[in-house]
């Protein structure tokens, strides 16, 4: 088991006072809430800060951790002295949001189980009824092709959860769903799926599963809500003269007409070939002027033949200079 | 064995074709009505219809008024602030898809 060191991950000095210690949990939560941040280790890293956060904003377990010394790097090995918390009374204060079953086994080693608050729907302290609870609802994401999004499709998902083993600690179980895609679905959007989240307790039924959608990355279209972008490359007589060109989108292949006189940057709208619903969305076809590379001399040649027909031609005109 | 397990599982898309009760958004979120109350007159969800009788909510509200419980757990801020953070997280979003079309461009 590593040593993990509460203050290096709260980013505070081993005598921050606990204002101290509460501002910087509070900027820390907000940098890193899987909610709001942007970096890749979110969840992990908040989770992290928040275990960190509940030992240090609590003087009992505070004190009883910086007792272990100061000796301790973190990721050392780590065996807690056998006596290590004698002398400590807990009287089990609360935990903060983070969820006490995610917290590392560093920390259930040093406080253990048995104090963590349940949010559950409990009988009162020290009563024994029987109770019944729906299921927890249960989150998770998927990736799917873009193409999925037009025509539907089923996709075989595993996913892992932790349940409490007969030995009473947490094992990662897996399993694997088979869970239809529907049509029309877009980034970010959820698909509930009834009865599939956790397991009730007593006689209630199971909590349900939403699955958050996220597109995979495309090669050549992009998605913005419901409108999807191709970047088109054009020949520069195809922009100037117009042309008809065979174009991809999702649905298909189609003929798109590019009219004469176009510009690099140029947007053609196909209305409702976006993706599909009960308001589609657009699909929009952005021209990019590919040039034919300058690599013979007869290319070269043609560029030197253009470049005399268009002798007033200043790209630059309206820079000013 | 698992034939239970790949049973072909339709789910519910749940934002356009899910209008949810008051009662309905209230036992997905489990929260009690009158924290629905709350959520809705600072804007963190908008209901469809005047009188709280006839409320609908869109499915997308159920992500939203998530979001918003878990900001006010974890971070502290209050119902207002985190209609202003939803607002700006959607915008954001949106910014971002933007910027990653134009960051390809560029990269060719």
Known sequence: ?321 | MGNEMMKLLTGELFEDDTELTLGELCRICRLPAERVFELVEQGVVEPIGREPTQWHFRGVSVRRVRCAQRLEEDLGVNAAGAALALDLLDELRMLRARLARFERDRAE
Do not use: C
């Open chain 1, 1 to 321: 088991m590593e040593f993990k060191d509460y203050y290096e991950i709260m980013g505070v000095s081993k005598d921050a006072t606990q204002d101290e210690i509460k501002r910087a949990y509070r900027k820390l939560a907000r940098k890193y809430h899987p909610d709001v941040s942007k970096e890749p280790d979110a969840e992990q890293r908040f989770k992290e800060v928040g275990e960190a956060y509940e030992v240090l904003k609590d003087p009992e377990k505070r004190a009883a951790y910086d007792q272990l010394g100061a000796n301790w790097q973190a990721g050392q090995d780590f065996q807690p002295p056998p006596d290590w918390d004698s002398g400590f009374e807990f009287t089990g204060g609360s935990y903060t949001g983070g969820s006490a079953e995610d917290f590392s086994d560093f920390f259930e080693t040093l406080f253990g189980r048995a104090g963590y608050s349940t949010r559950g729907a409990y009988g009162g302290a020290g009563a024994r009824r029987e109770y019944s609870m729906r299921g927890q609802d249960t989150h998770a994401k998927i990736l799917i092709d873009l193409e999925d999004a037009y025509t539907g499709a089923t996709r075989t998902i595993t996913l892992k959860h932790s349940e409490v083993g007969a030995d009473g600690r947490p094992q990662v179980k897996e399993r694997t769903l088979n869970v239809r895609i529907p049509k029309g679905i877009r980034q970010g959007q959820q698909i509930r799926l009834a009865g599939q989240g956790g397991a009730g307790i007593g006689t209630s039924e199971a909590g349900d599963l939403y699955l958050e959608v996220e597109f995979k990355p495309h090669p050549f279209y992009h998605v913005e809500g419901r409108d999807v972008y191709l970047d088109l490359p054009v020949a520069p007589w195809e922009a100037a003269l117009g042309a008809k060109v065979k174009i991809p989108t999702p649905s298909g292949s189609l003929d798109l007409k590019i009219p004469a006189g176009s510009q690099g940057g140029r947007k053609l709208r196909l209305k409702g070939r976006g993706i599909p619903g009960k308001q589609p969305g657009d699909f929009y076809v952005v021209l990019k002027i590919a040039l034919p590379p300058a690599d013979s001399d007869e290319a070269k040649k043609a560029y030197e033949s253009f470049s005399d027909a268009f002798g007033g031609f200043n790209p630059r005109a309206n820079l000013g200079v």
